[in-house]
């Protein structure tokens, strides 16, 4: 089967993941400072900002794969990926916000996000609604 990417996507998913990333970490730096419900706050604007960068990014990078077969997307599926991609920025940033960080914290936020955008990715592709073979051309 024939496929391409187009490349003007590939960079659209790159910029996002860019300013999501960058976005979201500044959101997590300010947790720190706060307590409280305003740290609630800041984590919950990270995690939100992060999870839909992640999301976007990979819904994007999905998008720029060109089959020659239409391809549809189950919508419920979607919003459970979406839902794996939040779940796990917010357990990462609340985990990373401690005033004091040690090697296994961190090492459970890496897991955390690693394990979220795992799901994120494979609740996502099974999402995907398309003919296994192009259609006979008419």
């Known amino acids: 089967m024939s496929h391409y990417y187009d490349y003007r996507l590939v960079l659209l998913s790159v910029a996002i993941a860019t300013v999501a990333s960058y976005s979201a970490f500044g959101l997590a730096e300010r947790t720190t400072a706060a307590e409280g419900y305003g740290r609630l706050i800041w984590i919950s604007g990270g995690s939100v900002a992060m999870g839909l960068g992640i999301w ?3 819904y994007i990078g999905m998008l720029a794969y060109i089959l020659p077969v239409p391809v549809l997307y189950d919508v419920p599926t979607v919003a459970l990926s979406l839902l794996a991609a939040l779940v796990a ?4 940033l609340y985990a990373v916000s401690r005033p004091r960080l040690t090697t296994a ?4 936020a890496a897991c ?4 979220g955008i795992s799901a994120m990715h494979y609740v996502g592709m099974e999402a995907m609604r398309l003919r296994a073979v192009p259609a ?3």
């Open 89 to 92: 920025s917010l357990i990462a």
């Open 56 to 58: 976007s990014m990979h």
């Open 112 to 115: 955390a996000m690693g394990l």
């Open 136 to 138: 006979p051309a008419a």
């Open 105 to 108: 914290i961190i090492a459970f």
